[in-house]
């Protein structure tokens, strides 16, 4: 069945407004925080906790999904829980409230990042989702450029709470959005990945889901390079731009501001223009290419972060995250969906990849901080650097090309008619 | 890691969590003191809020009224003397901001030229971008009233 236009649209905007409702949840929290008179120590409390579910609710979030198999009802319920969050933020900046809605908001994104995902398989198909994830990319990144913008704006002018009251009220476009997705057009074999591929070569996992674990996911060899190589990309990754954002403001002392700004929403612009188009060169010239295209940007970022130091060449240099986040942002999902065709367990296992990006991420400020206390902030980013040529070379020397060999010409059976 | 306590080990935010609890538990007893025999009438000081305010995330702007950031805390010594304030200072939406501590005196809480309440410290951005950052239980490099770093063991 081909998925209506209204549903599509639905989709777009619904990836628009989740990516609006995450941006004042970021680094922000901390800022927030300190104005509402909270001590740093408690502050990091309810940041590590509030880590520390994210990382851990990745893989019951990802088997919630597959199990329940509804993935709207699901999001609608996640962005809700969300919102009551940023309301509690908001009105009771008191410990115990606090602690409970970090928590809350922690778990409710550790669904609806896959919930996206599945409701995008379920929609097009394993066939046309590398174009739909470029799509989905584009739309999440207009939405979080364009929040970030008004949400700097609105702490800016006003309080700095308004930031959360914006993000709470933002619920409603976001659950429009989300009903404009008719829920029979989401095919919940597709959206679960059971559409065995034409080569995968055990398709009787597609008529018996239950019959594949963790425990045999984990030992997928592509799988688990794959996964690997994402821990890495984002040890490596995670520190960079903070760690830039604390360097321009060493450098520059009147437009730190508006550069910093500039690193954010520059980046966001790149992958708005470019991730469709990755997403449909994935489909034509295979993963391979684009993957590695998008991790060899990181270690130049890198490098050039290490040696370049006017404050306007590194907001250029800054440009090269949108190339890398451009393909992250399409390549991820797509390669899950490739390596779980037929096993039935798709969000299972982007939430085991979810796990693996948040280790690394978690990790990379603690060891980009280490090495700039000890040795000053070049040796912090060739440090960063020298990891994502790890990762790039691991990708380059094992990583399977994943793209299911013609699969459009082979399956007109599951492909939506183009 | 100690300067940035999120960053700590799952097993170690538990146990951090456990504490607090445990601390907010021993401390309800306390809320209702026991009855004495003879109340001695305690002194109290009423002090208006024009004089007096909070000033833990308070917004700190220069002399030539730009934005600085917001005090995260203050630094007392033995005597509880303060010695120094440490200002978030810079960054947007929280990304890029650093921990600088600036001395006591340089700050100023009722400005000649408004004659009201608010935070004001006498050095300019270009003076306090380049002060390094303030990290928790190591000596701290503070940035004295004429933009001179000053340690403090």
Not at chain 1, 69 to 79: D, F, K
Not at chain 1, 204 to 214: C, E, I, T, V, Y
Not at chain 1, 289 to 298: E, Q, R, S
């Amino acid at each position: 069945m081909k998925p209506s236009r209204r549903s599509l649209r639905g989709l777009d905007w619904f990836v628009f407004f989740v990516a609006d409702v995450q941006t004042g949840f970021g680094p922000f929290v901390a800022v927030y925080l300190t104005a509402e008179k909270w001590t740093q120590v408690d502050i990091g409390l309810v940041l590590s906790m509030s880590g520390v579910v994210a990382l851990l609710g990745q893989i019951p979030g990802g088997a919630l999904l597959d199990w329940a198999r509804r993935e709207r009802l699901v999001a609608g319920i996640a962005v809700a829980l969300i919102s009551a969050s940023a309301i509690a933020y908001a009105g009771w900046p008191i410990l115990p409230v606090i602690f409970m809605a970090a928590i809350l908001h922690a778990a409710a994104s550790c669904v609806l990042g896959p919930a996206i995902a599945a409701i995008s398989l379920g929609l097009v198909g394993p066939d046309k989702i590398g174009e739909r994830l470029g799509r989905n990319a584009r739309f999440a990144s207009i939405g979080a450029g364009l929040s970030a913008g008004v949400m700097g704006a609105c702490g800016y002018f006003f309080e700095t709470r308004s930031v959360f009251i914006v993000t709470a009220a933002l619920l409603i476009p976001t659950w429009w959005a989300l009903r404009r997705i008719a829920p029979q057009e989401i095919d919940p074999e597709q959206a679960h990945g059971n559409v065995a591929a034409p080569r995968v070569t055990a398709p009787r996992s597609a008529k018996d889901p239950s019959a594949l674990g963790l425990r045999s996911l984990l030992g997928q060899p592509a799988l688990l390079v794959f996964g690997i190589s994402i821990l890495l990309f984002h040890l490596a990754n995670a520190a960079m731009l903070p760690l830039m954002g604390s360097v321009l403001t060493t450098r520059s002392s009147e437009w730190a501001t508006v550069l910093i700004a500039a690193c954010m929403v520059g980046p966001q612009l790149v992958v708005a223009a470019f991730s469709p188009w990755a997403g449909r060169m994935a489909e034509r010239w295979g993963r391979r290419p684009i993957l590695l295209a998008g991790l060899a940007a990181l270690p130049i970022r890198g490098f050039l972060f290490a040696t370049v130091s006017d404050p306007y060449v590194l907001v250029a240099i800054q440009l090269l995250d949108g190339i890398t986040a451009t393909v992250m942002s399409v390549m991820v999902p797509l390669t899950i969906a490739d390596l779980t065709r037929g096993t039935g367990r798709f969000n299972l296992t982007q939430g085991l990849i979810g796990t693996m990006m948040g280790v690394g991420a978690s990790l990379s400020p603690t060891l980009a901080g280490y090495v700039t206390d000890r040795f000053g902030s070049p040796a912090a980013f060739s440090a960063l650097a020298a990891i994502a040529t790890i990762g790039l070379v691991l990708v380059a020397l094992r990583m399977p090309e994943t793209r299911p060999q013609a699969a459009v010409h082979r399956e007109p059976a599951h492909s939506p008619v183009p | 890691m100690k300067a940035r306590p999120w960053l700590t080990v799952p097993g170690l935010t538990v146990l951090a969590v456990a504490l607090v609890w445990t601390e907010a538990m021993a401390q309800n007893p306390q809320a209702t003191p026991p009855p004495q025999q003879n109340p001695s009438p305690p002194s109290v000081t009423v002090l208006g809020s024009r004089e007096v305010q909070g000033i833990l995330g308070g917004e700190v702007r220069s002399t030539g009224n730009e934005a600085m950031g917001r005090i995260a805390d203050v630094i007392v010594d033995g005597e509880g003397k303060p010695r120094a304030a440490i200002i978030d200072f810079g960054g947007f939406l929280g990304v890029g901001s650093r921990k600088i501590a600036v001395d006591w005196n340089a700050l100023r809480f009722v400005p000649e030229a408004s004659k009201r309440y608010s935070i004001s410290l006498e050095l300019s951005r270009e003076q306090v971008k380049a002060a390094p950052e303030y990290k928790q239980g190591e000596p701290i490099v503070v940035l004295g009233p004429t933009g001179t770093l000053e340690r403090i063991p």
